[in-house]
């Protein structure tokens, strides 16, 4: 498969606002090396770079990740080639004040789910610095604060938008309930929101209440962490902060059903000559819940792989059967 073939990307808009982007886009959370154990500056920058040059334009990051450390990874890869990227960034996960709810530590730092007008604004202006640029592109809330009126945050985002500080307006992590009180405040362009092979919860009322209201989805963790990315070793061990040292999914007996998933999985794999991650982010596509899947990489080899599954097309038979065989081994994961 060549996959430094842009022409085959497949091409989406965010919403009302119409901008252009590429169906595949990169998530930069590992990058920052929290929850990941650690991280590669130099070779998250190359990654950045790396999918550019592959046809992924739209780069998700956000504070939180690192605590800006992605954020600045992210405006130093994008020195010279900026008009080349669609860059979303996010606001309401803050470490500079105490408001809010409190949500988890990072790095000795208590960091709240806070969404008030003059915390965005301040966010905001950090952004634009450690992204080294005058305007993003999109601009997301992270998490939902229940402690400020969705208007006021609504009225904080236009407000920046009007500025020409911010291109489009996101949510993130919301209900449907949520969803709705934003969108009578004004136009949202984008929810970005978890949805992979194994975690679809979203398409009951999230994804309709989106398409009728012509809301972009940025489907987030579509390979579920790496645990679709194929066959995971059985001795492999997650160090460090690594989330999924703790997280059940990555049991032994989940990692064996798994592996009898992507058994049976493997005559279509070979038949369409692409990986196994390659073929769940075409899943994902294909099923049309989501206009965007954004898939994590911090080195380049993983960044281009995750990029030339923007030209595997898969035929509605093929969709069937993965679904089918997902049924068959992958339900007691959900």
């Not at 934003?182 to 978890?194: K, N, S």
């Not at 492999?236 to 690594?242: L, V, W």
């Not at 035929?315 to 007691?332: G, M």
Request: glycine share 8%.
């Amino acid at each position: 498969m060549n996959s430094s073939n842009n022409a085959s990307m497949k091409q989406t808009t965010l919403g009302p606002s119409g901008i252009e982007c590429s169906a595949i886009g990169l998530g930069t959370w590992a990058m920052g090396g929290w929850m990941w154990g650690g991280g590669d500056n130099a070779a998250a920058v190359l990654a950045i770079q790396a999918s550019l040059d592959a046809g992924v334009n739209l780069i998700d990051t956000a504070p939180a990740y690192g605590l800006g450390r992605s954020e600045s990874i992210v405006g130093t890869a994008l020195k010279g080639r900026r008009h080349e990227a669609v860059v979303a960034t996010k606001c309401g996960l803050v470490w500079h004040t105490q408001q809010g709810t409190h949500f988890f530590e990072e790095d000795g730092h208590p960091v709240h789910r806070y969404l008030g007008r003059e915390s965005i604004v301040h966010e905001c202006e950090e952004s634009l610095k450690r992204l080294q640029t005058d305007y993003i592109d999109l601009y997301i809330t992270h998490w939902q604060d229940s402690t400020t009126p969705v208007e006021e945050t609504m009225d904080a985002l236009l407000e920046l938008k009007k500025q020409g500080k911010i291109r489009a307006i996101g949510v993130s992590n919301v209900s449907p309930e949520t969803l709705a009180e934003y969108l009578r405040h004004g136009p949202v362009d984008a929810a970005q929101e978890r949805y992979s092979l194994i975690d679809r919860e979203i398409e009951q009322a999230l994804v309709p209440l989106c398409s009728e209201h012509d809301v972009a989805v940025l489907g987030y963790s579509s390979l579920a962490l790496g645990l679709l990315a194929g066959p995971i070793d059985p001795g492999r061990k997650f160090t460090g902060d690594d989330q999924r040292a703790s997280n059940p999914r990555f049991s032994a007996q989940n990692r064996a059903k798994l592996k009898a998933f992507f058994d049976e999985l493997e005559p279509l794999r070979k038949q369409l000559e692409c990986s196994f991650g390659q073929l769940m982010i075409a899943w994902t596509l294909a099923r049309g819940s989501v206009s965007v899947a954004l898939c994590g990489a911090r080195v380049s080899k993983q960044a281009v792989e995750n990029a030339a599954a923007g030209s595997v097309r898969l035929r509605d038979d093929a969709l069937q059967l993965i679904d089918a065989i997902a049924a068959k081994h992958l339900n007691a994961l959900a």
